[in-house]
T-cell receptor
Framework: AQSVTQLDSQVPVFEEAPVELRCNYS??????LFWYVQYPNQGLQLLLK??????LVKGINGFEAEFNKSQTSFHLRKPSVHISDTAEYFC??????????FGAGTRLTVKP | NAGVTQTPKFRILKIGQSMTLQCTQD?????MYWYRQDPGMGLKLIYY???????DKGEVPNGYNVSRSTTEDFPLRLELAAPSQTSVYFC????????????FGPGTRLLVL
């Protein structure tokens, strides 16, 4: 079965700095990849997803992620973060419909 | 649209008690899901439904039951609460499967003592 490892549990960064949140997955078949964001006391919200096609995926709020099949990675990036980006970010993988596995999450803290 | 709503927001249960977590969506989505989120962990799928009258187990179904009598509602039942079920429960819905955007409710925080 598929699994996800988020390599950093916490990432502190200063406002307007670039950020990368790392995600590696394990699967023996083709996968679909997702990044979700969770703001405090809220449910998850989809940032972006990779289903097929271009390996560079652009999402909401200026985030993007690159699917790297050879390195089994799907890292999330933003060139310049804002205070409002402070949240928990989850990487998720799916091999088939109705079966999604989430990573443990990365807490991004943006400092002024 | 209200989206996905969940009730209650917070509940304390004693071991062995039962309760139903309510979930309603007003987007006419076919698919609905229940997840649990333990501290410091990602979400795990408990049960899902592909339409009224059809439900199936996810990754961690033990100790839970679901039903789907209407498109809008997808309640989650805990029959004999155990401390291991202390968690935050999220309901979600999507139009056609997990590969489409899932819309999440605000969650129900459950404490079993």
């Amino acid at each position: 079965a598929q699994s996800v490892t988020q390599l950093d549990s916490q990432v502190p960064v200063f406002e307007e700095a670039p950020v990368e949140l790392r995600c590696n997955y394990s699967s023996s078949v083709s996968v679909y990849l997702f990044w979700y964001v969770q703001y405090p006391n809220q449910g998850l919200q989809l940032l972006l997803k990779y289903l097929s096609g271009s390996t560079l995926v652009k999402g909401i709020n200026g985030f993007e992620a690159e699917f790297n099949k050879s390195q089994t990675s799907f890292h999330l990036r933003k060139p310049s973060v804002h205070i409002s980006d402070t949240a928990e970010y989850f990487c998720a993988v799916s091999e088939r419909n109705n079966d999604m596995r989430f990573g443990a999450g990365t807490r991004l803290t943006v400092k002024p | 649209n209200a989206g996905v709503t969940q009730t209650p927001k917070f509940r304390i249960l004693k071991i062995g008690q039962s309760m139903t977590l309510q979930c309603t969506q007003d987007m006419n989505h076919n698919y609905m899901y229940w997840y649990r989120q333990d501290p410091g962990m990602g979400l795990k799928l408990i049960y899902y439904s592909v339409g009224a009258g059809i439900t199936d187990k996810g990754e961690v179904p033990n100790g839970y039951n679901v039903s789907r009598s209407t498109t809008e509602d997808f309640p989650l039942r805990l029959e004999l609460a155990a401390p291991s079920q202390t968690s935050v429960y999220f309901c979600a819905s999507s139009k056609q499967g997990i590969l489409e955007t899932q819309y999440f409710g605000p969650g129900t925080r459950l404490l079993v003592l």
